[in-house]
């Protein structure tokens, strides 16, 4: 085996899972001291990556992210887990899902902060597009996971379509 063909062999999900903790600061925060919208979606980014460079093995650059909802607020002094994984792959590009929570270690609470899918793509050092590996979905959970991402990425490529035609 070649080590490209080693390169492409599929990968199960838990190989890409990663978890990164945040200590919200006061440089984190807005004048309420609640965590600033920004620099969550900084960090979604970052943990999304983390799971894709576990899975590409390669580099990877941020393509789209999809719809975010802020459920909780988060404050100064709390802990933020962003949890990630690979959710599907497509030739070039991944998509990967980022479930974020607060956890308040005084009061001994944790609640689901947000949920975000990121779509990257695997490039080499000079940018070009590389071939990712297949993705093995082994519960039905990341069964579900992966089956989702096909359909949230015929619905972005309806919707890219549809604004391709609009601008003419």
Known sequence: MTMSEDMLMPRPV????SEMTELVLPNDANPLGALL?????????LAGAMAVHRHTRSYAVTASVDHIDFLVPVQVGDLVILRSSVNRVFQTSVEVGVKVFVENYIA??????????LTFVAIDAKGNHLKVPAVIPETEEQQRRYDDAGRRRELRRSEGERRRKAKR
Do not use: E, F, K
């Open 108 to 117: 001994d609470t944790s609640q689901h902060v947000a949920s975000a899918y």
């Open 14 to 17: 838990r190989d890409s899972q």
């Open 37 to 45: 919208g920004g620099r969550l979606m900084h960090w979604i980014d």
